[in-house]
């Protein structure tokens, strides 16, 4: 069948095709066994708690283990560190836990769009304009800011879901978000 000494020098994306192909659990173990510190680190930013974040590595091998073939996974290490964070966060919100958020450069990046986004009755004619105005910026900057703001998803989660590139997903919020402020200021200033 295989050898174990030679599947450690296979890439990722061998590795999953082989696992995809032959349903042979020792290649996707390699695979996730390579991750592991990623996830543990992952899992323990979110978790804040050592055992539950070594609990939670496990589980998510459990979990993926049967389902995996069913995913379409282009780089496996951006896909297992978006997984990794959403089973956490599911940990967390079935635990009805706080869910941690980092205040640091992303809300330097959103906090003006954040305020732009506020329902704040006071503020309708504001809403309309923001409104109006996101249907106004191009497709891909429409889309993501619409999934950066709105669904909250980071770049990478943007990049993956619509096969932008990671510096397109940044170049398209940049100029979303100046685009937008200056149609605002036309309909409100």
């Not at 999953?16 to 323990?44: K, M």
């Not at 609990?55 to 995913?71: C, G, R, T, W």
């Not at 980092?102 to 309708?124: F, I, N, P, Q, R």
């Not at 932008?164 to 200021?185: A, D, F, M, P």
Request: glycine residues 4%.
């Amino acid at each position: 069948m295989f050898e174990k000494k030679n599947i450690s020098k296979l890439s990722d994306e061998e590795l999953l095709a082989l696992y995809n192909s032959s349903g042979e659990t020792a290649y996707f173990g390699e695979l996730y066994n390579r991750y592991i510190p990623l996830l543990y680190g992952v899992c323990l930013k979110y978790l804040h708690d050592a055992g539950k974040a070594q609990d939670a590595v496990m589980q998510l091998f459990e979990n993926l283990l049967p389902k995996i073939s069913h995913y379409e996974i282009t780089v496996f290490r951006t896909w297992i560190y978006s997984v990794s964070k959403n089973h956490c966060l599911q940990i967390l919100r079935k635990e009805n836990k706080e869910i941690p958020v980092d205040l640091g450069a992303k809300c330097m990046e959103s906090c003006e769009v954040l305020h732009l986004l506020s329902e704040d009755e006071e503020d309708g004619e504001r809403m309309e304009a923001l409104k109006n105005c996101m249907e106004k910026l191009p497709e891909r900057q429409r889309i993501s800011i619409t999934h950066f703001f709105m669904d909250e998803m980071s770049y990478v989660d943007i990049a993956e879901s619509t096969g932008y590139t990671l510096s397109h997903v940044k170049s398209y919020i940049q100029n979303g978000k100046r685009n937008l402020k200056i149609c605002i200021e036309k309909h409100t200033g």
